[in-house]
């Protein structure tokens, strides 16, 4: 079936999306044609607002309103400026500040180094993380990349990097999950939570 070409248009915009496939992408467009007019305007001008309406932190490279110069976290005088918690992408920032008990301030790299997709330090805000350090504010630097092949190697990375300024170097915990079971642990997170393993009080 021949779809006309704003249609057609559409579908292919969503499909271009992660996680959204050529079904989701077509019922997601012929939802909003048939819905009322002011949810499409106001989906188009949330999407045209987004570039528009924000920068990024000139100090963490994490997201905020254009024309801050620094983040509201990087602004704040109650955040600690010397504890940098190292995270790979603005979502990260959102899900440890979920938790409301971080008090330092944090630095977004915008990805992990990835060799075999071409991902290389200069493609990272590894160089102005460096700079950060250099400047002497900072005390402790978490290393909070994935728990992944790529986010290894970038904090492996970085902590070769670093490790020359004598800041403190750290990363995230990794074990079992808050109500996870043992049997349906893989091999790699047992061996982690075993050798992470701390001393009861």
């Avoid at 801050?68 to 979502?91: G, H, M």
């Amino acid at each position: 079936m021949l779809l006309p070409e704003p249609i057609q248009d559409l579908i292919n915009a969503f499909s271009r999306l992660p996680g959204i496939g050529p079904k989701t992408a077509s019922r997601l467009t012929f939802y909003l044609l048939r819905a009322q007019d002011e949810l499409s305007l106001d989906l188009a001008e949330a999407l045209k607002n987004i570039k528009s309406g924000t920068s990024y932190c000139q100090t963490c490279y994490n997201i905020t309103t254009s024309g801050r110069v620094e983040c509201e976290i990087c602004a704040s005088p109650e955040r600690d400026k010397s504890l940098v918690c190292v995270v790979e992408e603005p979502l990260h920032v959102l899900a440890l500040e979920r938790t409301g008990s971080y008090p330092g301030v944090y630095h977004v790299l915008h990805g992990a180094l990835s060799p075999i997709e071409g991902i290389g330090p200069e493609d990272l805000r590894i160089r102005e993380l460096v700079e950060r350090v250099r400047s002497g504010s900072v005390k402790e630097l978490i290393l909070a990349t994935n728990p992944s092949m790529e986010g290894d190697y970038t904090a492996a990375y970085l902590h070769q990097q670093l490790l020359p300024y004598g800041v403190r170097l750290t990363r995230l915990a990794r074990g079992l999950p808050v109500g996870g079971d043992m049997e349906y642990a893989d091999q790699s997170t047992l061996l982690r939570a075993l050798f992470g393993r701390q001393e009861m009080s």
